[in-house]
Structures are given as structure tokens and as C-alpha cells.
């Protein structure tokens, strides 16, 4: 039901209609924000019928990529960063967010991403604008895993590590890829192909533009991308290097979970998931 309508000039300034292409704010009987997504389209009750024809195209809903747990250093806290990430979410639909309890680190949230940088803009207005001290445990990303009792096409996604099963119940367990792309001076280029080589990607073909500038292409698993890449990457290029990605496809990889143990505890929240080969 539309409660009023009108336009931003800045202010909300009243009118009896919005035409088509025209910009302003519909106030609505809304009470939960999740009945309302970026990119849906409007139309009159009386043509509910044909919705799917007026319907504008290309939008799609936001997947969540990396994830991590959110929780707070001051134990009185929780009750503020939920309030602080349901505000954050009011202009942000792209963030996932459900409760999570730590032995060790108390109650939190469970946080999706669409990436890194989404994550730390999230952390960092958190501190800002609600005066938050987060601990954030290591991010991670969704993996899609094949049960040895489920059906062929049956695969169950998990977006930590304390929900990977065990070992002995697994088959197969798939990654998010992405395809990326480094635009850097061209004299860094031996010091790139080491990093991408290191952290398991695959090169593809490198283009020339300018007199000194060169774009790499390359498709890497998004978990290497998580922690340091970054980092190494702006390191190595004396801070020139940019990174774009878009994720591509699942491919088969061979992870376990590494636990961490304080003071003989185990801490569910500390816990990761890394290849097999690099677990010792």
C-alpha cells in the first residue's frame, strides 16, 4: 500500500504521483525490509496480472561471497552491533547477517559479503558511526560439498568452517573460482606471475596498453584471495597494482579443517579451512 509519495530536492517534498523515469521515494506498510530488494520494479495493483511482462530486466539478487564472524570485544555490546548491521542493512541489502555464539568469544553474527572490500567497509562503519570494537574472525568462503549418502546432484553449501562435515561423509568438495585481472606497470610483471603462481591460480594472457602499463589476466580460487593477496600485491607492485574479479564457476579442491586450540580449549570460532597439502 502506498502511503505517500514524492520527490528528493533534498527534502521529501509531497506529491500526488511519480511518473515513469521520474526519481523520488514511495513510503510504504513495510515492516520487515527484506519484502523490499534493490531492483524490483513497481507497478499499479490493477496490473499485478501482468507483472512478469512490465517487469524491468537484469537485476539480480546479491549472493554473498566471503564470510566472517562478527563479534564484540565489550560483552554488553551485542544488542548494538545488531541494531548497528539491521541500520547498516537499510542502504546496504547486499549484507547477510545471522546469529552466532562463540564459548570463547560470546554471542555475534555470522556475516556475508559480497567481498573483501565490502567487509572491511562494513567493519569500518560499524566503528564509526556506533563506536563497535569488533573482533572479526578469519573470512571465508562458501563451499559447495557432495555427500557420499546424498543424490548425484545433491550438494549442501556450507559458509564455515565449523559446518563442514567429516571427512568419512564427504565425496567431493567444490570452491568458488573467480577470473581476475591486475593493471600494474609492466616491470612488475616476473614479481606478479611468482604471487598468482603461489596462490594457485592460473595465467592466462597478459595485454599491453600505454607505453608501461600491462593488464594480466589470471583465474584463482576466491579463499586465496582472502588474507594477504592484497597486501603482496600492492608490496610487490610499490603500491601501483589494482585487482579486480568476478566469480566464474565451483571447481573440485581437496580441503580439510584446521582447528585452533587456547589453552587446550577448542574454539569453534578460530577455526579454517585449508588445503590439504598446505595443512602441516
Keep these: 500500500e502506498t502511503l505517500e509519495v514524492g520527490y528528493l530536492k533534498p527534502n521529501f517534498i509531497k506529491t500526488d504521483s511519480l511518473f515513469f523515469g521520474e526519481i523520488g521515494y514511495i513510503i510504504t506498510g513495510f515492516k520487515d525490509l527484506s519484502s523490499c530488494r534493490v531492483g524490483d520494479t513497481i507497478i499499479n495493483f490493477k496490473d499485478k496480472e501482468k507483472a512478469n511482462e512490465l517487469k524491468l530486466a537484469g537485476y539480480k539478487e546479491a549472493i554473498p561471497m566471503v564470510f566472517a564472524g562478527f563479534f564484540c570485544k565489550q560483552e554488553t555490546e551485542p544488542k548494538e552491533l545488531r541494531e548497528g548491521l539491521e541500520k547498516i542493512k537499510l542502504t546496504d541489502a547486499a549484507i547477510f547477517f545471522e546469529p552466532e555464539n562463540s564459548p570463547a568469544l560470546g554471542p555475534g553474527f555470522r556475516c556475508g559479503f559480497l567481498g573483501l572490500l565490502h567487509l572491511e567497509i562494513i567493519q569500518e562503519r560499524l566503528h564509526r558511526e556506533y563506536d563497535l570494537e569488533l573482533i572479526v574472525t578469519a573470512p571465508s568462503v562458501a563451499y559447495k560439498i557432495k555427500l557420499k549418502s546424498s543424490d548425484k546432484k545433491d550438494l549442501i553449501m556450507i559458509h564455515s568452517s565449523q559446518e563442514l562435515p567429516n571427512q568419512n561423509e564427504i565425496e567431493e568438495i567444490f570452491e568458488p573460482w573467480v577470473k581476475s585481472s591486475i593493471i600494474s606497470p609492466k616491470e612488475y610483471l616476473g614479481n606478479l606471475m611468482s604471487l598468482i603462481t603461489e596462490k594457485r591460480g592460473i595465467y592466462l594472457n597478459t595485454e599491453y596498453f600505454l607505453s608501461d602499463r600491462l593488464i ?25 597494482g589494482s585487482l579486480n574479479y568476478e566469480l566464474i564457476d565451483y571447481k573440485k579442491c581437496e580441503v580439510e579443517r584446521l582447528d585452533v586450540l587456547v589453552a587446550e580449549e577448542l574454539v569453534d570460532s578460530l577455526s579454517t579451512i585449508v588445503y590439504k597439502d598446505e595443512v602441516y
Design 216 to 240: 594480466l589476466y589470471f583465474e584463482i580460487p576466491l579463499s586465496s584471495l582472502l588474507t594477504d593477496f592484497y597486501d603482496k600485491l600492492k608490496s610487490i607492485s610499490s603500491g601501483y
